[in-house]
């Protein structure tokens, strides 16, 4: 079995509305979640990337592309969310990719919570991104919040072959300035290192060549 390790730091930004506290699976990890009194809440944000990586692998050609993410959050801690991708180099659609997914977020401890969730994706046929051939995703998260957010997450990403991960991660939420009385400006920089297999490459590969001699 291979494994891969690796880092990552990346930096975004992220529009979030009405109460500031703890969203997850939107790049809000350190959103500050101390208020007493949890209120429902809808975050946005918006990614860039020269080029697209999964898990330290990265596919072959330019990748670069935008992303759109939404959650919203309510007061249970329960959540939904979702993302769609545009690769800028590509002309064929709209939307290249795109995912839904749910979770519930719930605290064990004072500063120590938990983040249970499950996320479908959807690839066209012949995808350059590499996770096309995991579409499905079970994770399992332990932060702890304190001045940084620190992490420890573990995924399951199966489909037409099954993959595991875990990651230990940091970062930190720094507040720009609001736009209103309710929302907050802020970037996220954070710093990752992730172990795990790589069955997906192998099946990027095959199909990569597949689509060459199919579509060609």
């Known amino acids: 079995m291979k494994y891969i390790l690796f880092t990552i730091v990346t930096l975004c930004n992220i529009f ?4 500031t506290e703890n969203i997850a699976k939107v790049n809000t990890d350190s959103i500050p979640s101390d208020s007493t009194a949890r209120k429902s809440t809808l975050t946005l944000g918006t990614v860039y990337a020269n080029n697209a990586s999964y898990y330290g692998q990265k596919p072959e050609g330019n990748t670069a592309y ?6 919203y959050k309510f007061k249970s801690g329960f959540y939904l969310s979702g993302m769609a991708y545009k690769l800028l180099n590509e002309k064929t659609s709209s939307v290249s990719a795109s995912s839904v997914g749910a979770g519930v977020n719930f605290k064990l401890a004072k500063k120590l919570s938990a983040d249970i969730s499950y996320t479908h994706s959807f690839y066209p046929t012949y995808s350059p991104m590499l996770q ?11 932060a702890y919040e304190s001045w940084m957010h620190v992490s420890l997450t573990g995924d399951f990403d199966f489909g037409k072959t099954n993959d595991e ?16 009385k309710k929302d907050v400006v802020t970037i996220v920089p954070s710093a990752d290192i992730t172990a795990g297999t790589q069955h997906f490459y192998q099946t990027y590969l095959t199909e990569k060549k597949c689509g060459i001699v199919c579509l060609g």
């Open 165 to 180: 991960f875990v990651t230990a991660a940091i970062s930190k939420s720094i507040n720009l300035f609001s736009i209103g």
């Open 132 to 142: 096309a051939a995991n579409a499905e995703n079970a994770s399992l998260e332990l």
């Open 66 to 71: 935008i992303a759109l993410a939404a959650s």
């Open 16 to 19: 979030c509305f009405g109460q």
